[in-house]
């Protein structure tokens, strides 16, 4: 199982071709839409599917249900370390909890910044810029749960105060009062439809032939949208934008990994692909030539791989390796929907931001305990 974009489900597609003629073991791939794979139990899919494309925040939950098989098994141990040293920024570790490794990344992302070259000679460097230009109805910011709490993630580690994984509270009072003020300007000043987008919505409203939106600030790439006719206009992407003095750094993670069902009747010969398919050599092949979006730094580097898609991985591998890993706890999940559904309210209804961090702090402490 996997989800419903050319960017998730073609390079599954055509590589699992390509191990069946290598191997003679046929997969057959079944896809969700992106809110479902988002919010979907794992359980469900892992007493449904051999393999299974997961996020690195499932991880807590994952652990409890024992419903996916751990990865880091001894004859593994050479293909484990060498994906370790090739993994672009924490995508490797982020799959890693309490001592066992539950996914391998074939899929790295995390916020980063969209522009359209034909409309933007350059993209916005501060956060600052990025305002100036939504002043004049240029931009575009996801804000569909949870990508708002993304982006108040993303701004309060790059104001140089990133969330807690842990503890009592998400973050210090003040610290995230002025991460949701600065998410609150820039929500103020895009159209409120940012309020029912995800980025594969805004992605293609930027590349509508007739579209006056040339940037999105804050967003999850996709370098799909990088590919010469894949939509009418090609985008690039760079950098975020800096909010504060540390450069594109603390950018929320995303991407995803191959996982094993605890279930699965199959469990050697599905971990045998998932090695495979997360590997170098068939990252920077035929899964980025497939149009996947490769986790492993043997693709972000090859100069083919950069050529086919405006640079897109040199252009951002900045913000992917200075990224914030997001918690995983068993109960994360859970809060990070309740979070998303309380900054929107919050933006929407124009709530206190003082108000709004102290239910953030509520909510996080709250998703510690014992479900």
Known sequence: MTWNHPRG?????????????????????????????????VEDLARAYDLIVIDHPHVGQITRENCLAPLDVAEKAAEAEALRAGSVGASFPSYHWQGRQWGLPIDAATQVQAFRPDLLSAAPATWDEALD??????????????????SFYTLAANLGTPCSVEGDRLIAPEAGEAAFEALREMAALVPATCFEMDPI???????????????????????????????????????????????????ALGGTGIAVSAFSASPREAIDFAYWIASGDVQKGLYAAS?????????????????????FYRATRATLEAAWVRPRHDGYMPFQQSASDRVNRGLLEKHAAVEVVADLNRLFRESFKTI
């Open 9 to 41: 489900y073609d390079p599954m597609v055509a590589c699992s071709r390509l191990w069946e003629e290598q191997t003679g073991i046929s997969i057959t791939w079944d896809k969700r839409s992106l809110q479902d794979f988002e919010t979907y139990p």
């Open 201 to 251: 919505a805004v992605l293609e409203t930027m590349a509508d032939g007739g579209s006056a939106f040339s940037c999105a600030p804050l967003i999850y790439g996709y370098v799909s949208y990088a590919v010469v006719g894949f939509r009418k206009r090609r985008i690039h992407f760079c950098d975020i934008p800096s909010a504060g003095k540390s450069g594109p750094a603390g950018s």
């Open 291 to 311: 149009g996947g979006q490769p986790g492993h730094a043997a693709a972000w580097e090859d100069e083919t791989v950069n050529a086919a898609t405006a640079r």
């Open 133 to 150: 230009l939504a002043r004049d109805g240029r931009v575009l910011l996801p804000l569909r749960p949870p990508h708002s709490l993304m």
